[in-house]
């Protein structure tokens, strides 16, 4: 059975960091990509970043491109993401996901297999 569990969310004051963990497992986690999503109150889900564990490739949008950082442990098939300069407008509820197609840099826009359920990160002073 493929879970993913997400963590590590909570309330951070604007300008500070988090970083979210998603634990893996049930497949090879090697051969999977996983990313991160996320959605707002009242929008639809935005992706974020996704890495491929098969060759290390990252991909991040704009709006988080010098903040967040989204990396894998081989180790424990866990994937981080560490967000840093946190903005009021990051607050959403994260999700990973994980998929073994390749995509290459289309990779974020592809579906999504596998999801979790979700961490809240609440951004507020």
């Known amino acids: 059975e493929v879970r993913l569990v997400e963590s590590g969310g909570g309330l951070v004051q604007p300008g500070g960091s988090l970083r979210l963990s998603c634990a893996t497992s049930?497949?090879?986690?090697?051969?999977?990509?996983i990313a991160w999503f996320r959605q707002a109150p009242g929008k639809g889900r935005e992706a974020v970043s996704s890495?491929?564990?098969?060759?290390?490739?990252?991909i991040y949008i704009d709006s988080v491109k010098g903040r967040f950082t989204i990396s894998s442990d081989y180790t424990k098939d866990t994937v981080y993401l560490q967000m840093s300069s946190l903005k009021p407008e990051d607050t959403a509820v994260y999700y990973c996901?994980?998929?073994?197609?390749?995509?290459?840099?289309?990779?974020?826009?592809?579906?999504?297999?596998?999801w979790g359920q979700g961490t809240q990160v609440t951004v507020s002073s």
């Open positions: 996901a994980a998929d073994p197609t390749p995509g290459g840099n289309d990779r974020l826009v592809l579906p999504w297999e596998y």
């Open positions: 049930g497949f090879r986690f090697e051969d999977y990509n």
């Open positions: 890495v491929s564990n098969s060759d290390g490739q990252t």
